[in-house]
C-alpha cells in the first residue's frame, strides 16, 4: 500500500502539471497572461484620440472618414491591392448532400489578375444550404490550416503553400491537448450548425495568395505585382483583408447567395484582417472579430495585452513597417482601435473574447467599442447597446460577447456569434 503512495503522488503531480505545461508551451500568449483575467468592467485608459467630426453630424464624420480610412493604412496595414479582376475559372460539385445532407459542397477556382502582371489564384469551397428557398446569406471564414482540415473533407484539393505548423496533424498527445486547450472549433467551424441556421460558408486558405511566413512576403507582393521595398506595401492582414473582398467578387456572381448578405468571421490575426475588410469594403455587412487584439479591435494603447514592440518584432509581415516605430511610443499614434471600428458603421460588427485571453486584451476592445459606438446612431442605427461585457446584447449593431477560458473558438463562440447573425438580419 505504502508503495503506491509515490506513484499515485506522482500521477497526481503530472496529471496536474502536464495539461497546464501543455497549455503553456503550446499557447501563442506569453505564459503570465494565462494567468490573468480581464477588468469585468472593462475598466482602464480611454481611448485617445477622440473620433472628430461627431459633433457635426453624419457629414461632420463623413468629411472625417477618408482621412482616418488614409491613416489606417499608412500607420497600421498599408495600402490596399488593387482590386484587380476576378474570374471563376472553374466549378465542381465535390458532394450534393454534405454534412449529414446540410449542405451542398462546391469548389470554385477562382483568379484574380491586377494591374503589372500581378495575379492570384484562390480555391474557394462554397457551401450552400440545402433546405434554403431562397438566396442564402453567407459567412466567409478564412482558414489557417487548409480546405481539408477546416472542412473535414479529404476529397478537397491539398494546400498550394506551407501552413503554420500547428496544423500539421502529429497523433500526438501535445496536439490533442492544443485542440482541447484552442477549443473545439478552432481549425474548422460547425459547418452543419451554420448550414442548419440558414447560412452558407464560404472557405478557403489563406496561404493559397500569402502565407504566414514573413520570408515569403515579398514573394506574395511581387506574384500581386507589388513593390516590397514601398514603404506603404499592404502587411499580410492587408492581403488577407483583400482577399476577402475577392472572394466576395466572386461570391457576387453566384445566384445562390444573397449578395446583401456578406458576413465574415476571422479569429484572431484572421479577425485582425476581417475588421479591416469590413472598413475597406462596404459589401460586408456583418463582421465577426473573435479575439483580434492588438492590430485588431484592442486599444493599442493599453498597457494591458500584447505591445506594439512585440506584436511588430514576431509579425514584421502583418503590418506595414511604419508600425513599428510606435513601439513603446503608443501615445503617439494618430489614431487607435475605435477609428478602424468607427469605419464599419452602420454595418454590424460583433467583438467575441475571453476572460482569461488578456494578451487580446478583452477590456481594451471594449472601451474601443464604446468609443467608437456613436458614429452609429449618426446613420440612424445602435450601436453598443450593451452596459456589461458579460450581457451580450445583439439589439444593436455592435456587440461584444465574452466567454471564460483562454484564447480559441468554441461551441458557445459560435452559439454567440448565430445569434448575433439572424439578430442583424431581422432588423433589416
Ligand atoms: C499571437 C499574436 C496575436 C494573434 C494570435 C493569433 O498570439 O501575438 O496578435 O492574434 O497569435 O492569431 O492566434
Given amino acids: 500500500m505504502t508503495g503506491s503512495r509515490p506513484l499515485l503522488r506522482t500521477s497526481l503531480f503530472l496529471a496536474l502539471i502536464l495539461p497546464l505545461l501543455g497549455g503553456l508551451a503550446i499557447s501563442c500568449s506569453p505564459v503570465r497572461y494565462i494567468m490573468m483575467t ?9 481611448a485617445e484620440p477622440p473620433l472628430e467630426g461627431l459633433n457635426n453630424g453624419l457629414s461632420g464624420w463623413l468629411e472625417h472618414r477618408p482621412e482616418i480610412a488614409d491613416q489606417i493604412s499608412e500607420t497600421l496595414y498599408g495600402a490596399a ?64 490550416c487548409g480546405l481539408q482540415a477546416q472542412l473535414e473533407r479529404p476529397d478537397l484539393p491539398p494546400n498550394r503553400n506551407p501552413v503554420p505548423s500547428y496544423c500539421t496533424p502529429s497523433g500526438s498527445w501535445l496536439e490533442a491537448y492544443a485542440s482541447s486547450f484552442f477549443g473545439e472549433y478552432v481549425v474548422s467551424p460547425p459547418i452543419e ?16 495568395i500569402a502565407p504566414d511566413r514573413s520570408s515569403l512576403h515579398d514573394h506574395t507582393l511581387l506574384s500581386l ?28 456572381q453566384d445566384p445562390d447567395i444573397d449578395g446583401e448578405r456578406l458576413s465574415v468571421m476571422g479569429h484572431s490575426r484572421r479577425a485582425k484582417a476581417a475588421l479591416l475588410a469590413g472598413a475597406r469594403d462596404e459589401r460586408f455587412n456583418a463582421i465577426i472579430a473573435h479575439q483580434s487584439g492588438t492590430g485588431g479591435a484592442s486599444l493599442h494603447r493599453d498597457n494591458l495585452g500584447e505591445p506594439v514592440s512585440s506584436i511588430t518584432q514576431n509579425y514584421p509581415h502583418w503590418f506595414v513597417p511604419a508600425y513599428a516605430e510606435y513601439a513603446e511610443r503608443e501615445e503617439e499614434l494618430p489614431l487607435d482601435a475605435h477609428h478602424l471600428l468607427a469605419l464599419i458603421a452602420p454595418r454590424s460588427v460583433l467583438l467575441g473574447n475571453s476572460w482569461r485571453d488578456v494578451w487580446s486584451d478583452p477590456a481594451g476592445a471594449w472601451r474601443a467599442a464604446e468609443a467608437a459606438s456613436p458614429v452609429w446612431p449618426l446613420y440612424g442605427a445602435d450601436g453598443l447597446n450593451q452596459t456589461r461585457l458579460a450581457d ?37
Avoid: C, K
Fill in 38 to 46: 480581464a477588468s469585468p468592467t472593462g475598466a482602464g485608459p480611454v
Fill in 81 to 144: 491591392p488593387p482590386d484587380g479582376e476576378t474570374h471563376i475559372n472553374e466549378r465542381t460539385l465535390i458532394d450534393a448532400h454534405a454534412y449529414h445532407g446540410a449542405g451542398r459542397l462546391e469548389l470554385l477556382t477562382i483568379t484574380i489578375r491586377l494591374p503589372n502582371e500581378g495575379r492570384g489564384e484562390i480555391d474557394l469551397a462554397l457551401i450552400t444550404p440545402n433546405d434554403a428557398d431562397a438566396p442564402s446569406p453567407v459567412i466567409l471564414i478564412p482558414s489557417d
Fill in 193 to 208: 450548425q451554420i448550414l442548419r441556421r440558414g447560412y452558407a460558408v464560404a472557405a478557403w486558405h489563406e496561404s493559397d
Fill in 225 to 252: 505585382g507589388l513593390d516590397p521595398t514601398e514603404q506603404d506595401r499592404p502587411g499580410v492582414i492587408g492581403v488577407w483583408a483583400w482577399m476577402m473582398s475577392r472572394v466576395a467578387d466572386a461570391l457576387l
Fill in 392 to 428: 451580450m446584447d445583439v439589439s444593436g449593431h455592435l456587440s461584444y460577447h465574452i466567454r471564460p477560458a483562454t484564447h480559441g473558438v468554441r461551441a458557445e463562440d459560435w452559439d454567440a456569434f448565430l445569434a448575433f447573425m439572424d439578430a442583424q438580419d431581422q432588423e433589416e
